[in-house]
């Protein structure tokens, strides 16, 4: 549609590819500001992406019918998805949605942030990504008790999401891998969930003795653009 945005898009010059360090480093801007980071140029360009004002968020639509799907699928029938970890919950994507996983690196931050999901700017291989956070689209709270414990089992890293144009990035604090989940375990999410988090799960799913919540991505990519205007 005409108002939907790609995440991605913007109409800027990515010249930190061509001239700057990851180019050719013939920018003069260099020898005054040494990395693209620093240069109000790369910050122009972040800040082109995240300058829209943004609307409220309408999550109802997502919570009718949100194992629908899974119910039309045959008997035996398994689905791939992308096992992660943020905080102490496990959750799930579709695995076709992922272009790749990456180290963590530095996230552009930007002043005046409308959106607390909205982390900034990250570059990853060139092309400037919008980096969300999960935690806030979902509204996890953190649990400080098992916080020491649990980071003892951290591995941070950033999952680059991508439907159609619209690309993404989101921080996780660890990656289990891919794994095929029987459809005929999904079970509706629980009345516990938060309405964002209910708004974004398809459905829930038995995993290692543990439940993994299914994320809904049309949903979430919804909600993305939604959030960035």
């Not at 690196?105 to 900034?120: E, K, N, S």
């Not at 660890?174 to 794994?179: L, Y």
């Not at 994320?215 to 909600?223: G, I, M, R, V, W």
Request: aromatic share 6%; charged share 20%.
């Amino acid at each position: 549609m005409a108002e939907q945005t790609a995440i991605h898009q913007a109409s800027f010059d990515d010249c930190w590819n061509r001239i700057g360090v990851r180019g050719d480093s013939s920018c003069e801007r260099l020898e005054e500001y040494v990395r693209c980071l620093n240069c109000p140029v790369f910050e122009t360009a972040a800040a082109r992406l995240l300058e829209r004002p943004i609307p409220l968020v309408d999550l109802a639509r997502h919570e009718a019918g949100a194992t629908t799907h899974a119910q039309h699928q045959p008997r035996g029938a398994t689905q791939s998805f992308l096992v992660f970890r943020i905080g102490d919950e496990w959750l799930a994507l579709p695995t076709a949605i992922f272009k790749r996983i990456v180290q963590t690196r530095p996230v552009h931050t930007l002043p005046h942030r409308q959106h607390r999901a909205v982390l900034g700017v990250v570059n990853v291989q060139g092309e400037l990504l919008v980096c969300l956070s999960l935690a806030h689209l979902l509204g996890f709270e953190p649990d400080t008790a098992s916080r020491d414990d649990r980071a003892r089992h951290d591995m941070p890293r950033l999952l680059v999401v991508s439907r159609a144009e619209e690309h993404a990035v989101f921080p996780v604090d660890q990656v289990d891998g891919v794994h095929r989940l029987a459809v005929d375990t999904f079970c509706p999410p629980p009345a516990t969930l938060s309405h964002a988090a209910a708004a974004h799960t398809r459905a829930v799913a038995p995993w290692r003795g543990m439940s993994v919540g299914l994320l809904d991505a049309d949903a979430l990519f919804d909600t993305l653009n939604r959030s960035l205007g």
